[in-house]
């Protein structure tokens, strides 16, 4: 990602993050560590998905106030080939859109937390 659309995707998710707050209609946003996995709710800010061009979707949920979490779901080009499962999420996670809010469970990782579910919420 290039570092102009880093920083406007920091500038809209601090201005969504703005924009919501004190709003208590969507839900809490929260994030939660139980069993080894991080479940995280929240609205989604930013996507960016690069699975047509073998790469993977990273995105981005406000939470708690000003904080940020960072979602990531791998390429879908894998030897073996993803199972129906694995295809299924990547599905739910590209009907996501900037705005909703979603809930992800993932794996803490170095670089976001790796996507295993997904849903998206009612707002």
Do not use: K, N, W
Not at 14 to 40: F, H, I, K, Q, Y
Not at 114 to 120: S, T
Request: charged fraction near 20%; hydrophobic fraction near 45%; proline fraction near 4%.
């Amino acid at each position: 990602m290039s570092s102009v659309r880093r920083v406007l995707s920091r500038a809209i998710a601090v201005a969504v993050v703005a924009a919501s707050a004190g709003c208590s209609s969507g839900g809490p946003a929260s994030v939660t560590e139980a069993g080894g996995l991080v479940t995280v709710v929240g609205q989604l800010t930013a996507i960016d998905d690069a699975t047509p061009v073998d790469g993977g979707v990273t995105l981005t949920v406000a939470v708690q106030g000003e904080a940020i979490e960072t979602l990531t779901f791998g390429s879908l080009f894998t030897s073996p080939p993803p199972g129906e499962e694995r295809i299924a999420l990547y599905q739910r996670i590209a009907e996501a859109e900037v705005g909703g809010r979603v809930r992800a469970t993932g794996e803490r990782r170095e670089a976001g937390i790796e996507i295993v579910a997904f849903e998206i919420l009612e707002s």
